[in-house]
């Protein structure tokens, strides 16, 4: 029963075939070969434009990466309190943007809203060079509450981006995830809702790691191949991840891997639902489920051996916060999680089984 | 009969057989799952006493890391011109050092010497707050002309670098080549002869993308995770690096594989020191043959089907300078290089051959 | 009427006088002329210890380069939300600190606590690489609300860093009026209480330009000279600012200007606690004055020529924030303030004169 | 006889009186007051068109600022070996441009030339990833060996750059002595010859500490606002570097202070060129001579109580580089050099007189 995070998971049997084939060939470095080239149209393909792909190792140096692209002095960048680039990821931002700040920003369930972004945007008048600039807005997708945005809520942020000149990332280590469950095309969630740039992420879905940031205006990435190898994310065999890309996003793949993940998250939710020491915090849209247990209930299945973590209640709906004697905990799903881990789970959060 | 660097090969066989069956299982997230540990406890073995051990990505991320750890504000570092660090790693250093000079210094064979170190010391007074403050030195091993360093080599730089307050680095990107060539302990031509660091490659010599950033003093290493983590080479399923590690430093595959590039590059080296249109720039320590051929030659092989790179003359001695008609190249061979590439290639230097 | 800022106002004619003596002369450059030594141990004199004294030439150079010479890979600053390094230096500390995230704290009337800076550690729980390291907190004093803290309020605070690990930093851009303000010694409130390292303003206090960082224990300024001249405040003429200094410490010259001040807010707050359409919303301990005003008010004021900002009300008590039809206001004053204009404002804030 | 350097002079009379006079005014802070615009409008006079004017404290900070201004990941900037941004700024570039690479070129008289900057460009191919971007040339206007450059020979190497798409910055840290020097229009000398950004000096030259950056295409200046301000460089009474500038180029004050300090290099110049134990080792274009002295000569100076410094023969033509028992040196002159400092620096060079 191993909640903990999607990263605690193995890789895709298909996947791990597939690299260790690749493997044994090799071919010309650092993306010269032929399946590198043969990935990033396949990304075209499924985004259904003209994309640039530049592989990375992990989902921080992606997102990381990605939003330095666009960083200047005094930079700004908007979030939400909750995202990864607020909270894990070692200052990685506010390092390769040559000293950025992350304004977290409020929003139910963990998402931003037009408002808040504007009312993030009104403490930096333009030209106010002592306060600092603007210069991008950054969404996940799904976000670290299990929550997806549709194509209209991107939009909306996006909007407000787009007016005051900022550039709009999505942190889209979970994407595959966030497609599958909003049923939506890649296109219409991103660049079609005003994205211009998407950490694309493997690692969580079924990869060992391969991640890749996608610029959806090409002309964008000018110089991104040259802050990509000074934090050796420049991979000599780029293949190993090339390989993995291929076969993830081999047909629909990637969505299948997700759309399991995802459908083992409902069974928890289910059962969280109709638990009588449990209740859902967040309805959710991948896979995570934010539940919130009494204390008995987590100590537990704790002692049954679920692993998970406690989690901050922050951009939680009011009604949804823990009372005394109670925890707000996040159970995350994966590829590889069985039916037998859902299935004694529920079984203790419904009280019909004592550990 | 590709020849252009160690990079373009595949992985071994054992070790993507390692890879795969650790991939089908994955494990707790960020290096706390056991086969970490198990490797950085091998480590401790091959080098004969406690280090610390950080996975990364590549070479230059462990390089520019291991190196960035011990620099302050206004730092100088030295390396010979033809370093890595100095031509390869688009500023990595420069940059995740905070404003770094590298400093390139000569030396005959791509080697520092005590004294080329001395003279790069002198522009720096101490506390001379214009100058900046010279904080380390990094030697390659074995270097980019196929040099390998002896531990008395080594102690006698490092014995300079100490007096002057300089940790010193060692590029291990071929270190395996090196021991191998040398015939010494890992620890011998390491910290006993006065290194703090290691970056220990596995990418070049038979893994997909395994790099150890090895410290000999594991206190030196406090804010290491920290600096790791920020540019993305902390990976969530680190298993996937240590999967790779352990089964190649497991008894002497490692060594093996080595053993085995070098002894390819010797038939190399053979070869074109018995041709009439070539000859050795420099007699190779490990896997790579600096050579001078005349553009005759030069054009024969390419049109043969032989991949390799012309070399830059820096460093090289005054009498295996390319003169007029002739090319300086490079040649580097793999723990994959055939008995069949390198004798097609000795056939066409020798000139019984013509393509 | 300019309540602006203290930096609106001109030089005292005192500092101004040494200071074109000392110009026509000129001196040893980078710092090895007399005065320079003089003023250091000046310095020494008045914090009654040895103390290492650093020009540099604006508030934020002082503020960012003291912090960032705490600061490691992912560090962690704690302030109050309103303190200056928070909202006004341009991301500085960020950018100098090598990405640093500034956590803003909340604390009635600007000031920290002992437990808001506990709540703020909380997130960072020790070696937790994605999160960041807490490497320093920083204190105003007088700070952006016009409060001073007490020895005692600072040694509370200290206390809780020292236990921490973390360096302490005193932002002194209006260390003259809080001193004066407090009626404490300048060693009580500052490494007596804890503080490593101190910004010492001169320049909103009747100096053109002149800023000091003074670490309270000189080993850790190691680095500092090179800090400070990479970004080009190490000034060849640092004659000038330590001319400033000379005749800023003169006797208790700073002192006096800054009383004068101080005396002068006092009576703008008397003014505005008797205001029918005006209240306080602090009890000013330095020169700056927080008030609530009737918007009737603030426009007469402002048509009769007095120059103030509306300020924010974070940090403020439930108290004393402003309702509906009203203002929160802050009115400064410096050593240049005439009792001309405060007492034309009295009487517009009393109601007796209408513009 | 101070011949170090020209810091280490006072400031020019007039200067003074000008800055003590606006110093007892003040005005509205971070250059919103009117002279800091009428100085603004003074530099486009001075170069016949609109121009961006920036103030900051230092050279270094001019020079650091200017050039990041166009730095992106991975920055190749080139300079002469000698150049101030080379060996004097505490790696202010590298850090301050988020690791830049400065590489130094030769060039006779430390000037560089066409084929010079041509021969470091070749290092670095489009889209080379692996080596970095070049994105600027600096040329020193005069430079670190007292050479000036003609409108021409800026000209020809801008016309280098901009076809590789380099930007040009002039480090005018004596700009006014080439001016004078050369007698030329400081138009023709910067953007009429390819200068985008020019370091203007004026603390060299009678200032107490007066920098400007000047932007000959105010839009290049974009970010340069928060650029400055995160390192502390936006005054708040930016009035008291207004103030120098306002007297410093009223009519041709800054010409004339120049045109005293080059006439008294001349003088050295004249008597180096007489004397039997000395030779000039380069011309003088401005204010710097640079000669070969014998070690006698050398002592005798010294023992007189001249204060010079030994200078590096980097760049330095082939005829001109000391022999055995000769030393290079330079002496520098300003503004403040009297008529009898140079007599008698005179007579004991040309032996008439022994110490």
Redesign the interface.
């Known amino acids: 029963m191993i909640f903990?995070?999607d990263?605690?998971?193995?890789?895709a049997?298909p996947i791990?075939?597939a690299?260790?084939e690749?493997?044994?060939?090799?071919?010309?470095?650092?993306g010269g070969d032929a399946l590198s080239k043969a990935v990033e149209a396949r990304f075209c393909e499924i985004f259904e434009r003209e994309v640039a792909v530049y592989f990375?190792?992990?989902?921080?140096?992606?997102n990381?990466?990605a939003i330095a692209n666009y960083c200047?002095?005094?930079?700004?960048v908007f979030g939400h309190t909750q995202a990864h680039i607020n909270?894990?990821?070692?200052?990685?931002l506010?390092?390769?943007?040559?000293?950025?700040?992350?304004v977290g920003l409020d929003g139910e369930g963990g998402k931003l809203t037009p408002s808040t972004l504007l009312d993030g945007l009104a403490?930096f008048p333009e030209?106010g060079?002592?306060?600092?600039?603007p210069v991008a807005v950054s969404l996940s997708q799904a976000n670290e509450l299990g929550q997806a945005y549709s194509p209209a809520e991107v939009a909306a942020v996006t909007e407000v981006a787009k007016d005051k000149g900022l550039a709009v990332h999505m942190d889209g280590a979970r994407f595959a995830g966030a497609v599958a469950g909003l049923g939506v095309s890649p296109a219409d969630v991103t660049w079609k809702a005003g994205v211009d740039v998407l950490s694309f992420g493997g690692?969580?879905n079924g990869c060992?790691?391969a991640e890749a940031v996608v610029f959806f205006n090409p002309a964008q990435a000018r110089?991104?191949?040259?802050?990509?190898?000074?934090?050796?994310?420049?991979?000599?065999?780029a293949w190993?991840i090339a390989a993995q890309f291929a076969r993830y996003l081999e047909g629909d793949t990637w969505l299948a891997l997700a759309g399991h993940a995802n459908a083992r998250a409902r069974v928890l939710a289910d059962a969280v639902r109709s638990g009588r020491e449990a209740r859902l915090a967040l309805e959710p849209s991948a896979n995570e489920v934010l539940a919130i247990l009494t204390e008995g209930l987590d100590a537990r299945l704790k002692a049954a051996g679920a692993i998970y973590y406690p989690w901050s209640p922050a951009g939680m709906p009011a009604d949804a916060l823990p009372g005394p004697g109670e925890v707000l905990v996040r159970f995350v799903t994966s590829f590889?999680t069985s039916e037998d881990e859902v299935a004694r789970f529920a079984a203790l959060v419904s009280g019909s089984t004592t550990p």
Chains 1, 2, 3, 4 share one sequence.
Do not use: C, M
Not at 56 to 62: E, M, N
Not at 87 to 92: I, L, P, T, Y
Not at 129 to 133: K, L, V
């Open positions: 903990a995070s990263n605690w998971a193995g890789a049997e791990v075939a690299l260790a690749q493997a044994r060939n090799g071919g010309p470095a650092y990375v190792g992990t989902g921080t140096a992606a990381a990466l200047r002095p005094g930079s700004i909270v894990d990821e070692a200052n990685g506010e390092f390769l943007g040559g000293g950025v700040k992350v403490a030209r060079f002592h306060h600092g600039q690692t969580k060992l790691a110089d991104f191949g040259f802050a990509r190898q000074r934090i050796g994310h420049g991979f000599s065999k190993f590889q």
